[in-house]
């Protein structure tokens, strides 16, 4: 991999410098780094080194400045959302040339860091894993530790699987200076099934070792606990069970799920849905990353709000996005053709009324009230068009991000001052639609399968009528095919925006549809009688492959590897 041969290179490099030095040199004590010494001496040094694997290092310029990256991209300039069919980047941030289908081994634009990051921490945890087994702890909080290590190289093998398919498996092995590594097998990719069951393994292994998450002061938030290994357990074996990868049964995810649910530990937030995503520690929260301020982050409100209050408009809503919302009546506003359902209620004259209320808490429309008055996309003379200030940063695609933003935190002049929203990995909520689309493959959508709490239409039914959405309840009458469908709108819906939509339309084998419609805003007029609503291409030459269902890997990598890693196919 390249951080290993990037770090073993540059550790030879520092060594050939060293060596043509004044020997007096060599004693200089660094002050800008810990030791290893340390590290492999002193309990407090050792735990602050694993607390800090939860953490990464900026590998490619268009991640953030200043900000330690997480898992996945999280609250980096661009989302993950951005190279969906959720959202655009209006300033790029190297996110066009995935969606316009341009990825290639020597450009692999904002996707270009997972590879390089997971390999370095997958690393890391080895060297920190070795160290723990020698150090003098108490038995108790060895266990907790070494469970911790597992799930941070369980999650960075997740990241590499739902990215690039077939990984390599490092095993413990730190491999070091003196290691012939063209003799280690160092570069064999092995098969997703091979790979699934070995993050498994692992995480069965952190699921025993890991303390209980009971929200209480026993366990420092944002460290992984029990719960966290099973929500992690739960993601992969619904993407296992699932089409692209067919290296799984939906009866394992099924019971997966059911494992977390029956703990009683997570509960759906009941404060609204737009507060769930403001609210520390909140009972919804499984695994999340938690910012503060004296730590590294992005200030949200700046990067997306309207150009209008002086935002850069950063990740903009497709009307793809827009459309996909159900009126709150439950029923669609469009037919399958693409025509408006008169049954539904929608009115194209008036398009954002009386729809689900999860739109409302997510998107910035035209006529949304936000920090005191109506946003403004329309022309001539909105406030928030392109004939406003600082057009520069207008949307393309004439709407804004809704969804993270605090009112509470200032827009302009943020700096130090806004940002501190919780970034959830994972949330209860996922994992009640993790069961209801497992249970539903595996037993049909009113099945109760032996040893569980829920059938699937319950479990969806839980997410819909939570307090602030209550949407109707998906009754009976549905086969697996129809229920299918009203999980994959959950889906969409309920975890728009938190790197789910990318990895979804993948596994489920379905994105050469959705991948390959064109990337649509829309233009509002307005003028004597009302506003009038035109849809546009917002950014032109979307487009999705075959070859698309997996990322290349870096050109950098295989040449790292002299040409022993294999590449994925047509790239």
Sequence with gaps: MKSLNKYIALLGLGAIILSACNKNLLEVTATDRISTDAIE???????????????????????????????????EYSLWSSVTDESMYTNDDATWVVLRGQLSPENTGATGSIWARSYRSIRECNYAKKVLANITMSAAHKRHLEGEL????????????????RVVLMGDTVYGLNDDLTKANLFERKSIQESMDYVIKELNEA???????????????????????????SRLLLYAASPLYNAGTWADAAKAAQDLISLNTYSLFTGGYRELFLTDRNPETIFARYYTKNANHVHLEIANGPNGYGGWGGNTPYQNLVDAYAMKNGQVPFNEDGTVNTASGYNPNNPYVDRDPRFDATI?????????RAVETFTPK??????GNDNWNTSKTGYYLRKFMNDAYPLQNPWGNAGF??????????ILLNYAEAANEAYGPDVLPAGSTLTARQALNQVRSRPSVEMPAITGGTSKDEFRKHVRYERRVELAFEEHRFYDVR???????????????????????????????AISGR????????????????LSSNGQLEQNPSY
């Design 41 to 75: 001496s002193d309990t407090a040094v050792l735990e602050a080194f694993i607390m800090n694997r939860y953490l990464g290092e900026k590998i490619i310029s268009n991640e953030a400045d200043g900000t330690n990256p997480g898992f996945g991209r999280g609250f």
């Design 150 to 165: 597992q799930f941070i190289r369980a999650f960075r093998y997740h990241d590499l699987i739902r990215n690039f398919g």
């Design 207 to 233: 699921i025993e070792k890991l303390p209980a998450d009971n929200h209480q002061a026993t366990w420092v938030a944002g460290r992984a606990t029990k719960g966290a290994a099973m929500a992690l357990k």
């Design 364 to 372: 910035l429309y035209n006529g949304s009230i936000y920090r005191g």
């Design 382 to 387: 909105g406030q928030d068009s392109q004939e």
């Design 421 to 430: 929203q919780p970034w959830n990995y994972f949330r209860y909520a996922e």
């Design 507 to 537: 596994r489920w084998k379905i994105a050469m549809a959705t991948e390959n419609v064109p990337a649509y805003g829309v233009t509002i007029t307005k003028d004597a009688n009302g506003f009038v609503y035109k849809r546009k291409e």
């Design 543 to 558: 487009s999705f492959e075959e070859k698309h269902y997996w990322l290349p890997i870096p050109r950098s990598e295989i």
